[in-house]
């Protein structure tokens, strides 16, 4: 197993930019010319400051340490949530590990062994990016961001946009989960990939965003690392932090589904937020800043019933 995880974390070269990435699947056909989804959904249209969260995107992972939630970008990335949304409802991620770990920056799991069965089991074209529209409800952060034109909320997610070449995309904030691949673009199967402490933002548009953690933070936290002299791979699995049980809010009988709201960034209340923000308007502050914001570090808020 260990020589099957060098083969497959090495056929990348392994850089640490990639790292996390690697997945020696059989690339899919579609030329990089593909890679740009059109979809386009608003679920905060309104002026209601939460939208419920729908609870097929609600995504439960029951780690050994503690149950994570995370919620999917079914709006950004329909085909890649879809996906996900099967291969729960197979059961494929039961029992799998965790298997790769690196402090500060990844937290890596899936089918290592790449031996268990799937009827779901497929490449998948990428949806790193999208054309802006121009009634999409984008509470704008930050100009002149340091990788981006444009930094803001749609849905609750944190968005990176090129206004000159009309394109958007989700950014890698800390607990953002993007599907791994190889080389080629359209060549990510089933192993996933967790934002862990900061926020590798070289990584927007080169990979396929489809949720992020919202809840179970402490658990996740508490996941075994991997060394680094072995870029974070953990050789025997059973000496990983795995994942018990995933499932969707959906599977659940309604009198143990979870009411989860997320605070609505399409709302002048939020705008309002942002501008508060911005200036530091609080006491504490002696320095209040130059007027730029870090669109990673502002909080969206979630409730639950």
């Not at 039961?94 to 899936?110: A, K, S, T």
């Not at 490449?123 to 999409?136: C, D, N, P, V």
Request: charged letters at 20%; a neutral charge; proline letters at 3%.
């Amino acid at each position: 197993m260990y020589l099957k995880t060098i083969t497959k974390l090495t056929v990348i070269s392994c850089l640490l930019l990639h790292l996390f990435a690697c997945n020696n699947d059989e690339q899919a056909n579609s030329s990089n010319k593909e890679i740009v989804t059109e979809t386009f959904i608003d679920k905060q249209t309104n002026n209601e400051p939460w939208h419920k969260i729908e609870q097929q995107n609600l995504l439960y992972l029951q780690l050994d340490t503690g149950t994570v939630t995370i919620l999917l970008a079914d709006f950004f990335a329909p085909k890649h949530a879809k996906y996900i949304q099967d291969l729960v409802n197979e059961g494929f991620y039961d029992g799998l590990p965790l298997y790769r770990v690196i402090e500060n920056f990844v937290v890596q799991g899936g089918d290592i062994s790449e031996q268990k069965a799937s009827s779901v089991k497929r490449t998948m074209k990428a949806e790193f990016e999208r054309t802006i529209h121009a009634q999409t409800p984008f509470s704008l952060v930050q100009q002149n961001d340091l990788l981006a034109e444009q930094t803001g909320f749609i849905n609750g997610f944190a968005v990176g946009r090129s206004v000159s070449e009309g394109k958007e995309w989700l950014i890698h904030c800390p607990g953002a989960i993007n599907l791994a691949r190889g080389n080629h673009p359209n060549s990510g199967t089933t192993d996933f990939a967790i934002m862990f402490g900061t926020a590798p933002r070289h990584l927007d548009r080169n990979m396929s965003i489809f949720g992020r953690i919202i809840a179970g933070w402490d658990h996740f936290y508490q996941v075994k690392r991997g060394p680094k002299e072995k870029g974070g791979v953990i050789s025997d699995t059973s000496k990983a932090s795995f994942i018990v049980k995933a499932y969707l809010g959906s599977s659940l009988a309604v009198d143990e589904q979870q009411t989860v709201y997320l605070e609505n960034t399409a709302t002048p209340e939020f705008e309002q937020r942002i501008i508060k923000r911005r200036k530091l308007d609080n006491d504490f502050y002696q320095y209040k800043g130059n007027g730029n914001m870090d669109v990673c570090y502002f909080p969206i808020k979630i409730k639950f019933d």
